[in-house]
C-alpha cells in the first residue's frame, strides 16, 4: 500500500519567513496529493491540493511541487503569519487518502 | 458546499459500553466515507473505508467486530466502537467523497472519546 514520508517534524521560522515542507511517497499510481492544517482537537481542513497532470499550483501565499519521477511533493508558505501556526499533513491518493506523519509549524513573532 | 458533520464531537464512557458516532453529508451525496483515528502528536490513520450499501473495507489490524460501521445511506455513516476500553481513547475523524471516481474528501470536525 502507499506510504507518505513527511519532513521536517516540527518547523520553527521568523514571522515573515518562508516555510518549506516536504514529502514522498510510494505508490507511483497515486495521483492526488492534499495538504491539510489541523488545529487543536479540530479535524484537518484541505488548504491546497494538486494531481499528477499539473507540476506546480500556487493559491496567494501557499504553493505546492510535485516531481512525480521523483515521487516528491512539497508544501512552501510565503510571509508566514502567526496564524499558520498549525500541524500541517501531506498525502497522497489514488482512492483513499494516505497521510504523512506531519510537521508541527510554528511561527516566531 | 461540500460540509460534513460528527456528532457528538466528544463523548466519555465507561469501559465495556459501546459508543455510536455518526458522519453525515450536508450537502452531498456521498458514496463513500472514510474513518480515521488519530492519538495525541500523531497523523490520521485510516481505519475502514465505508461504501454505501455495503460492507466496509477494513485496513490491516482493524478489528472489524469492534469498530463496526454501517454506511445505510448517501448521507450518513456511523461509526460503533464495542466494548470500549481505555486503550480506544482518541480522537476519530470522518471523510466523505462526493464520487467513487472523485478522490477529493471532505473531513468532519472530528470526535473525541474517553473512555473511563
Known amino acids: 500500500g502507499e506510504n507518505v514520508e513527511q519532513h521536517p517534524s516540527t518547523l520553527s521560522v521568523q514571522e515573515g519567513d518562508s516555510a518549506v515542507i516536504k514529502c514522498t511517497y510510494s505508490?507511483?499510481?497515486?495521483?492526488?496529493f492534499p495538504w491539510y492544517k489541523q488545529e487543536l482537537g479540530k479535524g484537518p481542513q484541505l488548504i491546497i491540493d494538486i494531481r499528477s497532470n499539473v507540476g506546480e499550483k500556487k493559491d496567494q501565499r501557499i504553493a505546492v511541487t510535485l516531481n512525480k519521477t521523483a515521487k516528491h511533493f512539497s508544501l512552501h508558505i510565503t510571509e508566514t503569519q502567526p496564524e499558520d501556526s498549525a500541524v500541517y499533513f501531506c498525502a497522497a491518493a489514488l482512492s483513499k487518502i494516505i497521510f504523512g506523519s506531519g510537521t508541527r509549524l510554528s511561527i516566531r513573532p | 458546499g461540500a460540509v460534513v458533520s460528527q456528532h457528538p464531537s466528544w463523548v466519555i464512557c465507561k469501559s465495556g459500553t459501546s459508543v455510536k458516532i455518526e458522519c453525515r453529508s450536508l450537502?452531498?451525496?456521498?458514496?463513500?466515507m472514510f474513518w480515521y483515528r488519530q492519538f495525541p502528536k500523531q497523523s490520521l490513520m485510516l481505519m475502514a473505508t465505508?461504501?454505501?450499501?455495503?460492507?466496509?473495507?477494513?485496513e490491516q489490524g482493524v478489528e472489524k467486530d469492534k469498530f463496526l460501521i454501517n454506511h445505510a445511506s448517501l448521507t450518513l455513516s456511523t461509526l460503533t466502537v464495542t466494548s470500549a476500553h481505555p486503550e480506544d481513547s482518541s480522537f476519530y475523524i470522518c471523510?466523505?467523497?462526493?464520487?467513487?471516481?472523485?478522490?477529493?474528501?471532505?473531513f468532519g470536525q472530528g470526535t473525541r472519546l474517553t473512555v473511563v
Open positions: 450537502d452531498f451525496q456521498a458514496t463513500t
Open positions: 505508490d507511483s499510481a497515486s495521483n492526488y
Open positions: 465505508s461504501n454505501e450499501g455495503s460492507k466496509a473495507t477494513y
Open positions: 471523510s466523505a467523497q462526493k464520487g467513487r471516481e472523485d478522490t477529493e474528501a471532505f
